[in-house]
């Protein structure tokens, strides 16, 4: 797993397709376009009606083992809204759609700011009316946009007196007083991690927030915000066909007593088995950011759907469904990980939870590893601009 990148490409070194491709999988990420130009606790442990072997440690918070990704911008028509798949809901549908996870037991709600902008902490805050105290909430920080405007400016921004403002409008738009877990959504390259730490620190003390998270860090920024503020979780894509985060991540949060939260558990729905070597993301990425994922392209799709078929083998013999088999996989790997599908449909998402109650014996599990071991995927999770955000390191306190 890469450990550091530099960050600092200009507008000017990318040509235009780049430049759609960067912008859609920004989107998604929800990473600025600069580039281009303990209550939870006690809610999680006692409104859960999911058996204890379906619960999952995050640090000191208890959740169910599969969470729910909310991460939806503006639809095409008024009260819409959209997946970066392209996929629209009418805003009503989605906070019903978060209610129905809710009442069937799901406890980790996952969310930020820079997700519309805006528009998913205000759908999960209108969701949550009622339902507050049964859930673990997350949200993150850390891209420069305007607390006014939502308008998304140039660089990161993590200085501390902008994540005091940034909660205080999250906290707004959930209709919450606190958050349970906040995240830096990306490491800024130029504010130390113990800055940030601290003031999440301040937050933590003022009741505004109760845990804390990083998404995508390198290794050394998460040992270093640990000593400062103890991490809960570090939120990272993690799949089936992206596994990077076993070399380092993993055996370091085992080692120091940090959840894991996986995003695009479902390798942004190719492990779901409605992907096929002819299936086409179009030429838009910003109505569809696949369709410049370096592993998604012509070439690339038909050599990964090696891997579909393993799923599609192994869910036929566990009859399920293949995305409830890539789902029970990942949990299987470590049982302090916790996947965040997403979903725009009640079903996946019934199928989703559902994915909590498959188990594998030692032997299919060693067999079902190795099959997906043999599996060489072709072309990099993310375009290299964005992949370049990842595992960054803070700058060292001065």
Not at 46 to 75: M, Y
Not at 139 to 151: A, R
């Amino acid at each position: 797993m890469t450990k550091s990148h530099r960050v600092n490409q200009s507008p000017s070194s990318i040509d235009n397709p780049q430049r759609r491709q960067f912008l859609a999988s920004a989107a998604f990420l929800g990473v600025a376009p600069w580039l281009l130009s303990s209550l939870g606790e006690a809610a999680a442990q006692t409104a859960s009606p999911q058996p204890a072997s379906q619960r999952r440690k995050l640090g000191a918070l208890e959740v169910f083992s599969v969470g729910l990704g909310c991460q939806w911008k503006p639809g095409p028509d008024e009260g819409t809204a959209q997946d970066y798949f392209g996929s629209p809901i009418d805003r009503s549908a989605a906070v019903a759609l978060i209610r129905r996870a809710v009442d069937q037991g799901v406890t980790l709600i996952d969310t930020a700011e820079v997700y519309g902008p805006f528009i998913s902490e205000e759908i999960v805050g209108d969701a949550l009316q009622g339902l507050r105290e049964t859930v673990v909430l997350e949200s993150k920080f850390g891209f420069n946009v305007d607390l006014e405007t939502g308008k998304i400016g140039e660089g990161l921004n993590s200085r501390p007196e902008h994540i005091k403002r940034a909660v205080e409008g999250s906290l707004r738009r959930l209709r919450t007083d606190r958050i349970d877990v906040l995240y830096q959504h990306r490491v800024d390259p130029l504010v130390p991690i113990e800055d940030v730490a601290g003031a999440v620190k301040d937050l933590v003390a003022e009741g505004k927030v109760l845990h804390f998270g990083l998404s995508e860090p390198g290794l050394e920024t998460i040992r270093r915000a640990h000593a400062v503020l103890p991490l809960a979780a570090i939120q990272n894509e993690y799949s089936m066909v992206w596994r990077g985060p076993e070399a380092d991540v993993l055996p370091l949060c085992e080692e120091l007593g940090i959840g894991f939260v996986s995003w695009a558990p479902l390798g942004y729905g190719f492990l779901t088995g409605t992907i096929t070597a002819e299936t086409r993301f179009g030429d838009d990425p910003e109505r569809d950011f696949r369709a410049w994922v370096p592993r998604m392209a012509e070439d690339a799709l038909a050599a990964n759907m090696a891997l579909v078929d393993v799923v599609r083998t192994w869910a036929q013999r566990k009859e399920v469904k293949p995305a409830q088999l890539a789902l029970a996989w990942l949990l299987a790997q470590k049982p302090f990980i916790v996947p965040i599908p997403g979903t725009t449909k009640a079903a996946h998402l019934d199928e989703n939870i559902a994915a909590a109650a498959i188990t594998f014996t030692q032997d299919e599990l060693h067999q079902l590893n190795a099959d997906v071991a043999a599996v060489k995927i072709e072309g990099a999770r993310l375009p290299p601009p964005v992949l370049a955000m990842s595992g960054v390191e803070a700058p060292p306190k001065a």
